[in-house]
């Protein structure tokens, strides 16, 4: 004997929390089976009930499936251009790098993340702007589920703000992010500062820049790269320069170039702000500094 429709729907409904995707699905077809094979009266209505959450739930996989976004990384670094519609990014973007994009005085000329490659003191890096997240996005207002999901993968934010605009919009998407739970190094970049005084925003350093403005671009370069973290070490030899993660080690810089070498690595030959004088003989376990140039020496 069954028990009471009603019961049994309250029961179903319990099963069915916090579930989603391909693991409601499968729970709704373990309920279909259980479910006696009545045609009419209040079970029949629970079944066709129960058919509707499984059809609601496939429609809803596809659509997640369909607009999931996914961004392939390239270079040493990943950095992530975040703010309100139409605060710069796409200009900064241009700016920064080759690419060609559309851009716009109007909100959302950007619908989707748009990837880019720059060098920052001979390191490529890549640039993700993505596109103008507005308030809800953590619930997944405007798809921002899918949109803070490429910004997690990131390794740190460049907030932009357009100075004409008031600071809350900005204050709006950084509550987003943080109720996504997403925590990176970041520094905001202050645009339109010709037409208004660049805000100040407790926790961000502000770097007022201007694509017009070489000098600005250059110091928001500099900026960039410290915000990576990671330190670059030029070759003696040439070449472009490798990017490691402190603390870095000359057998660090050898393995970088190849596994062998670091083998064969007896110390190394350096210049810059680590060696006490230029060309000092130092050991494999030397610890190097942002912009040393090494030569590796071998057995």
């Not at 589920?145 to 998407?173: F, K």
């Amino acid at each position: 004997m069954p028990m009471p429709h009603r019961t049994q729907q309250q029961v179903i409904k319990r099963r069915l929390i916090g579930k989603e995707g391909s693991e409601r699905i499968r729970e709704l077809r373990a309920i279909l089976a259980d479910l006696p094979g009545y045609r009419n009266g209040p079970y029949a209505d629970l079944r066709k009930w129960v058919e509707g959450e499984l059809t609601a739930a496939r429609t809803r996989k596809k659509v997640v499936n369909r607009d999931s976004i996914a961004v392939r990384r390239e270079g040493a670094a990943q950095i992530a251009l975040v703010g309100p519609p139409n605060a710069g990014k796409s200009s900064l973007l241009q700016a920064l790098s080759a690419i060609q994009i559309r851009t716009g005085d109007y909100a959302f000329t950007t619908t989707r993340p748009v990837a880019a490659t720059t060098r920052l003191g001979g390191v490529l890096v890549q640039l993700v702007e993505i596109p103008g997240l507005i308030e809800g996005a953590a619930d997944d207002r405007g798809g921002g589920r899918a949109l803070l999901g490429v910004l997690r993968n990131a390794d740190a934010i460049l907030w932009c703000h357009a100075c004409d605009r008031p600071t809350e919009e900005l204050e709006t998407i950084r509550a987003e992010v943080a109720a996504a739970e997403i925590e990176l190094p970041g520094l905001l970049a202050a645009t339109k500062c010709d037409e208004a005084p660049p805000p100040e925003v407790p926790g961000l350093q502000v770097l007022p820049v201007s694509v017009l403005d070489d000098a600005s671009l250059d110091r928001l370069r500099d900026e960039l790269w410290a915000l990576t973290g990671l330190v670059r070490i030029h070759l003696r030899d040439g070449g472009d320069p490798v990017a490691l993660e402190p603390p870095a080690t000359v057998l660090d810089v050898a393995d970088s170039i190849h596994h062998e070498l670091r083998e064969s690595c007896t110390g190394a030959r350096i210049w810059g702000p680590s060696a006490r004088f230029e060309a000092q003989r130092v050991g494999p376990e030397h610890e190097l500094r942002d912009g040393d140039t090494v030569e590796v020496l071998t057995r």
